[in-house]
């Protein structure tokens, strides 16, 4: 199991982290009780600053995936979630994509305009009419 | 060192010591041949393992570089201090610096080792990748030899403490013969003991902090966790190995020393005043001393086939090295 950092992204590593090993976590791949390594041993391997893998372990801590206690490490907590009807939609969103050629940053920024136009739907009049 | 007709001379601290050719020959040919064993096993082990990348290849290199260089200075100064202690030549006056040249021998290997560690090459490139897997201290120290550093230190350090209790001086014991007594050693009384047992336990904790540095070093990249677990325990081998060895040298120094000096306490007899001969001392202390000179001999056979004999280790649910290697 692996996780990638790509340093020339706009997006900050901490989170390229959180999202990935809470991808993991959601995806079931890591389990309940499943420790991680060490933010030294991490940062070592990745080549970044401790206080960036230090920040994507809280990060994970306050969304409630892991927890972190003395001695033990940092632990996976959230239960895996069950495989559910948006689980299977998001798998069918993802194999289409792939079936047409549409690249992983554009199916994630279709993801996010999906969100953004709930989002909005649902937002006082007052702010989308300024 | 200079040459007198048939002889080999050498300077110590109190004059000059010369010695035949023959046996400066058999001197150093025995401690090339030592290094020579040394250096061909390191590089043999290097050599089997396959490098399925440039900087596998990289890898390997720098930890063979860094075993063979502390395992090297390690044997140089080992086989310098049994030579000159055999030979006569010790360049030393006070026995404390013969007790501790193991111990240094031995942090010479750990600081080489901290060194490769240190200076292991950082991961580069734009995308940087990790396996989401913890890696421990025991990961990659192998389990008995490990268990075996802190088996002769333990030992040292409880033989230190009895025979610092039982000594009659800071370094000697005393040979009673009437209203007559003399002083016998060295014995390793506190004198020796304080000095060695530090260096001994600090020596452990040395190690231990060099084991978490293999562990805690970037992993290689472009190659599986198995073969970057590989590397890390074989330079987690060498460093158990080595420091297993430099302390039972110590042990069974201490032993020895003690073994001498209680055998020195067994029967003799002087001349009376009458004529004759009055016997003084115990056989018990005879026996002791010539059980604890064989313990001495017991424990240094020990560690020498401790540091040569092949392990094969335990598998803990991983896959063999080399079944899932990949290039990058």
């Known amino acids: 199991m692996r996780i990638a950092v790509d340093l020339s992204s706009t997006t900050p590593h901490y989170e390229q982290i959180r999202a990935q090993v809470g991808a993991l976590i959601t995806a079931g791949a890591l389990s309940e009780g499943d420790r991680l390594p060490t933010v030294r041993t991490l940062a070592a391997d990745l080549g970044i600053a401790a206080g960036t893998v230090a920040r994507a372990y809280r990060e994970l801590e306050a969304a409630g995936h892991v ?39 554009d199916v994630l920024d279709l993801v996010r305009s999906a969100l953004l136009a709930e989002a909005s739907a649902h937002a006082p009049s007052a702010v989308l009419q300024p | 060192m200079w040459f007198d007709g048939g002889n080999v001379c050498v300077s110590v601290t109190a004059g000059y010591v010369c010695v035949s050719w023959v046996t400066a020959v ?32 990289r890898a390997n290199r720098h ?17 310098w201090m049994i030579g000159g202690s055999v030979l006569g030549v010790v360049p030393w006056r006070d026995g404390r610096v013969l007790a501790l040249l193991p111990a240094l021998a031995g942090v010479s290997l750990l600081v080489a080792q901290a060194i490769g560690q240190l200076t292991w090459p950082q991961p580069s ?85 060099v084991l978490r540095l293999i562990a805690l070093r970037p992993a290689v990249v472009g190659v599986s966790a198995e073969w970057d677990l590989h590397l890390r325990r074989r330079s987690a081998k060498h460093v158990t190995r080595g420091v297993q060895l430099v302390l039972a ?80």
Do not use: C, K
């Not at chain 2, 030592?34 to 399925?52: E, I």
């Open chain 1, 67 to 105: 927890t972190t206690r003395r001695r033990f490490g940092t632990v996976v907590t959230a239960p895996t979630r069950a495989a559910g009807r948006s689980q299977d939609i998001a798998r069918h969103l993802v194999a289409t994509a792939r079936t047409e050629g549409i690249s992983d940053s």
């Open chain 2, 26 to 57: 058999i001197y150093l040919g025995a401690v090339a041949l030592v290094l020579a064993a040394v250096l061909g096993v390191l590089v043999w082990d290097a050599r089997r393992t396959p490098t399925p990348s440039q900087a596998a290849s």
């Open chain 2, 63 to 79: 930890a063979t570089l860094a075993s063979v260089v502390g395992v090297v200075v390690m044997a140089s100064i080992l086989t």
């Open chain 2, 125 to 209: 490139g734009v995308v940087r990748e990790a396996e989401l897997t913890r890696r421990a201290v025991a990961d990659v120290a192998p389990a008995w030899p490990r268990r075996l550093v802190f088996a002769w230190a333990g030992t040292g350090v409880l033989l230190l403490v009895i025979f610092g209790l039982v000594a009659d001086g800071p370094r000697t014991m005393i040979r009673r013969a009437g209203q007559y007594t003399q002083a016998i050693g060295p014995y390793p009384g506190w004198y020796y003991g304080v000095l060695i047992g530090s260096v001994m336990v600090i020596t452990v904790v040395a190690t231990e902090l």
């Open chain 2, 249 to 328: 040298l110590t042990t069974a120094g201490v032993l020895y020393a003690a073994g001498r000096v209680h055998q020195s306490l067994g029967p003799w007899w002087i001349e009376g005043d009458a004529g004759g001969h009055v016997a003084f001392g115990s056989p018990a202390q005879q026996y002791l001393g010539t059980g604890l000179v064989m313990l001495a001999v017991v424990v240094l056979v020990m560690g020498l086939v401790f540091t040569v004999v092949p392990v094969r280790r335990r598998q803990r649910n991983r896959t063999a090295p080399f079944a899932v290697a990949v290039a990058s």
